[in-house]
């Protein structure tokens, strides 16, 4: 008997899945499969094309700004078309943007490439994380938004990884891995093409915001709703400061090969496939805002610390861990959202809530590529750990959450 309720509590816990979910996930790696590697070869970029760090960070911040161009058209269309037209318009994209970049011969046609892989994801995210946030309850939400985050996570990862192996082992060139990643994007396809119908958002069970009947851009940006997507710009700015040259610090400054120091920002973004994940059910258990402050401040405090040791082992450790913490609020912050807008408008309101990483993500890059030229990348990283600091003070104190 014991045996038999033990089992029946895994299942229970795990009653929230379904196929649409899967969908979800599933699709979520593969629209963030070509966006981290640009980045992770900015050394091999640099080289190619005789380019500067100011000039890489210009390269790294043209595709955000395309994004923030196409954020609110592409919320607006998802909550007017439905979720499986726009994701099949976000593959069809992201594989336009990846056989450009295959045949890319100068930098203007590479960020014309980079440029496509990017509005992809934007296209991609307010029809999924609508869809998403519509199938399931306040109290269920969580738990599927962690296991859909865990998909993008992964996603993230397998762009470096893929530079880590194929360039850094297979001896590919940084052409092909665009090439090759194409392909499992005919599984995502077929995926989508097998959903049928859309959750309507029937699964509501509190009160929300602004009632039924959904409304413009005016009618979400509440003074709350106004403090939440502050909250995620200043975050925002710092983790796309972070990201942007991370790959170089560790080749130029820690001393890492290209193969190494791929590895090493892509394992951090593994570390998501175990975070997202049990973030959710650890946010569904404990209250979204309650579970993202604690744990955004662990990982605040760890990449701060990380550029204190000169250990490397440790400052790996310290960086992975920043990762882990970033990511195990994930599906806190995505409920959160879910919770500030009515269902009618999510499609918008989830726009809204990644158009902040879209225009910090235009801004960040360049002036970051900057700083470093003139001051290092360790001035860089310090104005990234003020930037989340704030962050954190705004989410703490000036966010209210039900």
């Given at each position: 008997m014991g045996s038999l309720s033990k089992v029946g509590r895994k299942q229970g816990a795990l009653s929230f899945i379904s196929y649409g979910l899967v969908v979800m996930t599933v699709t979520h790696v593969l629209t963030h499969v070509f966006g981290g590697i640009h980045t992770a070869i900015f050394s091999l970029l640099r080289e190619e094309f005789s380019l500067s760090l100011k000039q890489l960070g210009i390269i790294a911040a043209i595709p955000p700004l395309c994004q923030a161009i196409f954020t609110i058209p592409a919320g607006l269309l998802s909550d007017r078309l439905g979720s499986k037209r726009m994701l099949l318009a976000s593959f069809a994209v992201a594989v336009a943007g990846a056989l450009l970049a295959s045949v890319a011969g100068s930098p203007l046609v590479f960020i014309l490439a980079i440029s496509l892989v990017y509005i992809n994801s934007t296209i991609y995210h307010p029809a999924s994380y609508s869809f998403t946030a519509n199938a399931f309850t306040d109290k269920e939400r969580p738990k599927a938004m962690g296991l859909h985050g865990a998909g993008g996570t992964l996603g993230h990862a397998t762009g470096p990884l893929a530079v880590s192996v194929l360039i850094g082992v297979l001896a590919f060139g940084w052409r092909q891995v665009y090439l090759i990643l194409t392909v499992p994007m005919l599984l995502g396809v077929v995926m989508v093409l097998r959903l049928k119908d859309e959750p309507s958002g029937i699964a509501e069970v509190s009160d929300e915001p602004g009632g039924e009947e959904g409304g413009g851009i005016t009618k979400l940006l509440t003074t709350n709703m106004m403090m939440f997507l502050l909250f995620r710009s200043l975050a925002s700015m710092g983790m796309s400061m972070i990201s942007s040259f991370f790959v170089l610090y560790l080749m130029d400054v820690r001393g890492l090969t290209l193969a190494l120091a791929t590895l090493v920002f892509s394992s951090r973004m593994l570390l998501g496939l175990v975070a997202a994940p049990v973030g959710g059910f650890m946010a569904s258990r404990f209250g979204e805002k309650r579970w993202l402050i604690y744990t955004s401040a662990i990982g605040y405090a760890c990449f701060a610390l990380s550029l204190f040791t000169d250990n490397l082992a440790l400052f790996i450790a310290l960086f992975m861990l920043y990762g882990f913490f970033n990511t195990v609020n994930m599906?806190?912050?995505?409920?959160?959202?879910?919770?500030?807008?009515?269902?009618?408008?999510?499609?918008?309101?989830?726009?809204?809530?990644?158009?902040?990483?879209?225009?910090?993500?235009?801004?960040?890059?360049?002036?970051?590529?900057?700083?470093?030229?003139?001051?290092?990348?360790?001035?860089?990283?310090?104005?990234?750990?003020?930037?989340?600091?704030?962050?954190?003070?705004?989410?703490?104190?000036?966010?209210?959450?039900?």
């Open positions: 599906a806190s912050r995505t409920s959160i959202l879910a919770r500030l807008i009515p269902k009618r408008s999510r499609g918008l309101g989830y726009s809204l809530f990644f158009l902040p990483t879209s225009l910090i993500g235009a801004v960040a890059p360049a002036i970051a590529g900057l700083i470093a030229e003139l001051y290092g990348f360790e001035v860089v990283f310090y104005i990234s750990i003020a930037a989340y600091a704030l962050a954190w003070v705004i989410m703490k104190f000036m966010v209210k959450v039900d």
